[in-house]
Nanobody
């Protein structure tokens, strides 16, 4: 059974940077993967996605130009580089995998099958 484990969250001042990682264990994969986040009192929302084949990416408008999603398939690891962080980026960040797609990015939460436990990101003003 595949397990996704996020790391790299923490407390950072506005304007700072963090790099999140999501390590997958239990198998190798080339599927589309994504990052989502959930702020207190809000619905979970799409942040970014990347295909396993071709490395195509998609971003939420709120993070375009500030966040970069990438992956290292040899290490079964997904990354999210977050720069110019804002207080409104504060949330629990989750990684997820879509077992049915390899070369198409998706932003819908219900298209993803397995999820990590989340890592907290807090941005102070």
């Amino acid at each position: 059974q595949v397990q996704l484990v996020e790391s790299g969250g923490g407390l950072v001042q506005a304007g700072g940077s963090l790099r999140l990682s999501c390590a997958a264990s239990g198998g190798t994969f080339r599927n589309t993967m994504g990052w989502f986040r959930q702020a207190p009192g809000k619905e979970r929302e799409f942040v970014a996605a990347i295909t396993g084949i071709g490395g195509n990416t998609d971003y939420a408008d709120s993070v375009k130009g500030r966040f970069t999603i990438s992956r290292d398939n040899a290490k079964n690891t997904l990354y999210l580089q977050m720069n110019s962080l804002k207080p409104e980026d504060t949330a629990v960040y989750y990684c997820a995998v879509d077992w049915s797609r390899f070369s198409m990015v998706v932003a819908r939460e219900d298209e993803y099958d397995d999820w990590g436990q989340g890592t907290q990101v807090t941005v102070s003003s």
